[in-house]
Structure formats: C-alpha cells, structure tokens
C-alpha cells in the first residue's frame, strides 16, 4: 500500500466546504472530498479515503491545501495530478503530488497552516471579486488595524474568537505571524499558526474590521482576547474572502523559526506518545500536540483547523 500527498487549490464558492457529507446534508452541494475521492476512484480503479489538512467551511478557498490517500496503484506519484485534473471539475487542482511515509497525515503532522484573508475596500463592488474577497465600501484604517493585530501574537486562549458549532478540547493556539498590508483598493491579512479555532480567522476579521472604520479603539480586540467569557468580538467576516495558503511540515520554514518571539515553541516538536485506546475500533491512540489519532481507523479527536 502506497501513501500518495497532493497539493491542492480550488475555488469554495460552489461547495459545502472540504469535509464530505453525510444522511440529509449530502443531498446538498458537493464536498471537496468527495469531488477528489471521486477522481481517485477512477484514476486508481479503487475507492480511496481523502483526507485533508484542513477542513475548510462552504465558500472558503484554498491556494495549497495538503491532502493524501492510500492506495495500491502503481501509477507513478508525478502523474497523478494530471490524472486527477482530467476528471475533476475546473473549480478544483491538483498542484503536486509525492509517495510519503505510510503513516503520514496531512491534519496531524502539521506544524501550522497559513491563511490569507481578502478585502475589497473601495465603495462600489466588484462582479469579478464577488466570490473572492470580502467588500468593505467605507475607509478601513490599515495602521490601526495592525497595531489592534499585534495582541494575537504568540500563545493565548482564543475562546472569545471561537466559532459555535464545535467544542474543541482546547481553545489554545499560538500565532506565529501575521499582518495587514495594504495593495491599492486591496486589503489582506496573513496569519500563520499551529492550530485555528472554527470561525477563528474570520472572527478576527470581523473585528478589526471594525478597529480599521473607527467603530473599536485600537485596545479592544486585545481585552476581548483576555475575557474568554467575552461574546464581543466579530462579527463573523464571510467565508469568500478567506484562503487556506500553505500547511507546514518543516519547523525551518515557520515563520520566526529564527527566533523565539514567534516560534510555535522554543525546543522541538514533541514525540508520538501512547495515547489511550480508539473507542471506535480500540486500537492505541496516538498524541501529536493536544490531538489524539488512530493509526488504525483514522478516528481522530481534539482539532478544529
């Protein structure tokens, strides 16, 4: 058995978002997942379980989203992104592909993932930029918003800045980087951390926003961050503007891998310990960080990227 990892980018706008969907909610518009399961099956002549870095929600887009699957096919590992583009729809592409260790995973071996999030500041609307990024039509103080940013650098709890819908083990996160640029009528965050929350970037979107057209003083983001208990942040900026760009497996690409003020931690990625027994097939667990994986059945606990 062979592991196969594929670099993949596609456009959300038509998808329930990565994670393939069952009963009621897979009559609805079709997953990533799927989408690629499908290609695999027939390119490998065999049904392949996909599994992603991160699980993207409906309309969010990915540039280099990271993704494998185990299979017995002996096609060569830099031919299956032509493969697999010839039988996916033009919304989703295979960028690269390479044979990895068989325990790899995309999700679990993970160091940090890197995000991008776009606004259109101007005050008409785009029709081409409608699907891709976030418009903004009053002024956004680009300045003010960087200085509110620097609060979520380095280990905090983000509890004020989670999503409902989860209920992750932890809410702890360590942001490695990140920073507002202005390009023209562009707007763009870029964020890089070990593990994000659901809803996390766009809830802080949604409130810096609000820091960039003078509705929060520049402090504020900062005093929701140290009240976990605070439903004050946001609102939830749209999924269209957000971009998955880049998952690291290598510490020496980090951000501020040459220092430790952004550094995911000062020594070295801890070791797979044993972890407690699977409850679905009872196999041992093990412990990557704070999230628990079956190497046998791929039952997994304790990660809301």
């Not at 690629?36 to 392949?48: D, K």
């Not at 103080?141 to 932890?170: I, W």
């Not at 820091?211 to 929701?224: K, Q």
């Not at 999230?291 to 809301?304: A, I, K, M, T």
Request: some cysteine; aromatic content about 8%.
């Amino acid at each position: 058995m062979r592991t196969i990892r594929l670099v993949v980018e596609y456009d959300g706008t038509g998808y329930c978002g990565w994670q393939r969907q069952s009963g009621a909610a897979s009559a609805g518009a079709p997953s990533v997942q799927a989408t690629l399961e499908a290609a695999v099956r027939e390119i490998a002549g065999e049904p392949a379980a996909v599994t992603g870095a991160g699980r993207t929600d409906a309309g969010v887009h990915a540039c280099g989203q990271v993704a494998c699957f185990a299979t017995t096919s002996r096609i060569p590992a830099d031919r299956f992104p032509a493969a697999l583009n010839a039988h996916l729809p033009a919304d989703i592409r295979v960028l690269g592909a390479d044979e990895v260790p068989e325990r790899f995973h995309p999700r679990f071996d993970a160091l940090a993932r890197a995000y991008r999030y776009e606004i259109l500041n101007r005050p008409a609307p785009s029709a081409l930029l409608r699907h891709r990024a976030y418009h903004v039509p009053e002024p956004l103080d680009v300045e003010a918003m960087q200085r509110a940013l620097a609060a979520f650098l380095g280990r905090h709890d983000f509890a004020a800045y989670h999503g409902v819908g989860s209920n992750p083990k932890t809410t702890t996160c360590t942001v490695l980087d990140a920073a507002w640029q202005r390009s023209g009528d562009r707007v763009t965050l870029t964020i890089t951390a070990d593990r994000f929350l659901r809803h996390m970037v766009r809830i802080l979107v949604g409130t810096l926003v609000r820091v960039g057209t003078g509705r929060l003083p520049v402090a504020a983001p900062g005093e929701f961050l140290a009240d976990p208990t605070s439903r004050r942040a946001g609102p939830t900026a749209p999924p269209h503007g957000l971009y998955l760009v880049r998952v690291h497996y290598d510490r020496a690409g980090l951000p501020g891998a040459g220092g430790p003020a952004r550094s995911v931690r000062s020594e070295t990625a801890p070791a797979r310990d044993a972890g407690p027994r699977c409850p679905a097939c009872g196999a041992g667990m093990f412990t990557v960080w704070c999230r628990l994986r079956c190497p046998r059945c791929g039952y997994f606990e304790g990660c809301e990227d």
